[in-house]
């Protein structure tokens, strides 16, 4: 049994990629283990303008935006043996809108294929809609990580139930003891808050640092560390300011002895070793549209007592006192949360053990174990007749869309009516309803 997964990957520092990563080695680990005899191949996704060392697995590279190499990687993959593929989906690691260019490579497969879903927006734009939708329409199985992400793709996106698998977001089998991990990074003598993950706006790391001055009175041994890079998007488009903002917002709370902030992207290995040496893992994050969460499955998975606002992931996921949840931007409310468990480690500790009986239910072997079976089932079902019948062209043989054209029949006053071929015919004039599509287009 061959399988090729397709996705971002390791070093590329990107949450989709170390997922792709553990899936793939846990399938194959427990094939190994069974003796089933899988072997796989990861086509890895590049952003753009960069490229990576990667492992010996990852046997073609797709560049984002190149819809030449989405061409190369399927025929490859049809060329290679490969019973199934296993895609990870997320807006803004494929090219064109939406990632749109992901969808001929799809159409020109000749396997079974399997798609997670990494993010199901509740109110997609229009091309979002489309593009998620085409891509279920092609997919034999769907896999989901919350409860949450089926009803949307039943009730948005139509998307039959029957395709649909939910399996919860793994987490590595790694727990260190939290003692020697605390004397590790020097912080035997303190309490820790963890918040780690990609930094941006959407995160709420200030409602954190303004609960900390009424917490920090009474437990003065409370310190902070926020972990992780700015998004590299965050970057592109806002640099640091964000960061910035909250080493400002901490200097006129007077914490700077309670707050520390890692800007960089570490292993799991040493990701756990902070998890393990924290007390209380935070997830403050400012609206509700988060469908899946690997940060805080990581932290259920070592058995932390969490405490967030309440997110999809975090309200299924912290349900039946796995964790303690807050109203988005309650500064007042964390710090009361905060000061109770800290005062009550009785409390804090049954919070821990019923997170961590919780994380052994979805380590990584299991989680593989899930999607073997859903291979075997994928497997047994052909493609619908919808995926062969739709569409006649090869798309991937199309060239990329061009609106240059349409340029040269727009001018000051609208866009023309005809052209003689690429040649604007200026005595036909202008049509309204010409005008009033191009002008919905436009908005």
């Known amino acids: 049994m061959k399988l090729a997964f397709i996705g971002t990957y390791p070093p590329r520092e990107c949450g989709i990629g170390i997922f792709t990563n553990n899936l793939f080695n846990s399938i194959l680990s427990n094939s190994k283990k069974r003796e089933l005899g899988y072997e796989g191949f990861v086509v890895a996704i590049n952003d753009n303008g960069l490229t990576y060392e990667y492992p010996d697995e990852v046997k073609v590279i797709i560049r984002q935006d190149h819809q030449e190499d989405y061409l190369k990687a399927v025929k490859f993959i049809n060329l290679s043996g490969a019973d199934i593929c296993i895609l990870e989906h997320e807006f803004g690691i494929f090219g064109g809108q939406n990632g749109v260019q ?24 229009y091309t979002e809609k489309a593009v998620l939708q085409e891509i279920c329409k092609m997919a034999n199985k769907i896999v989901v990580m919350s409860h949450k992400a089926i009803e949307f793709l039943v009730s948005i996106y139509n998307v039959p139930e029957g395709k649909i698998v939910f399996i919860e ?17 020097k912080l035997d003598s303190r309490k820790v808050l963890l918040t780690f ?8 790391i200030e409602t954190v640092i303004k609960a900390l001055p009424e917490v920090v009175k009474k437990h003065p041994d409370v ?27 901490v200097t006129s709370l007077y914490l700077e002895e309670h707050v520390i902030f890692l800007n960089k992207f570490i292993d799991e290995q040493d990701l756990f070793k902070y998890l393990c040496a924290s007390d209380i893992y935070i997830t403050p994050y400012l609206n509700e549209a988060q469908i899946t969460s690997g940060t805080l499955s990581y932290a259920i998975g070592v058995g932390s007592a969490v405490i967030s606002t309440p997110y999809w992931h975090a309200s299924e996921l912290l349900a039946e006192g796995r964790g303690r949840l807050i109203d988005f931007n309650d500064s007042k409310g964390l710090s009361s949360t905060l000061t109770e468990l800290l005062d009550k480690p009785e409390v804090l500790n049954e919070i821990k053990r019923k997170a961590y009986d919780y994380g052994r239910k979805i380590t990584w072997p299991k989680t593989g174990e899930k999607y073997m079976e859903v291979i075997v089932d994928a497997l047994k079902e052909q ?5 062969n019948d739709d569409t006649e062209l090869d798309l991937l043989a199309m060239p990329l869309f061009s609106l240059s054209h349409i340029n040269r029949l727009t001018d000051d006053t609208g866009i ?7 040649i604007p015919n200026l005595k ?16």
Do not use: W
Request: aromatic content about 8%.
């Open 102 to 125: 992901i969808l001929p490579l799809l159409h020109g497969l000749k396997v079974p294929i399997i798609v997670t879903l990494h993010t199901i927006l509740k109110n997609p734009s």
């Open 169 to 185: 977001h793994g987490v590595p089998d790694i727990f260190f003891d939290q003692e020697k991990s605390k004397m590790e990074f």
């Open 197 to 204: 993950g990609f930094i941006g706006r959407s995160k709420g």
């Open 223 to 249: 310190i902070y560390i926020v972990l992780g890079k700015t998004h590299p998007n965050v970057l592109r488009h806002s640099g640091e300011e964000y960061r910035i903002f909250l080493r400002r917002l």
């Open 383 to 387: 493609q619908s007749e919808m995926v």
């Open 416 to 422: 023309i009516q005809h052209a003689n071929y690429g």
């Open 428 to 443: 036909e004039g202008y049509c309204l309803d010409d005008n009033a599509r191009a002008l919905l287009m436009v908005l």
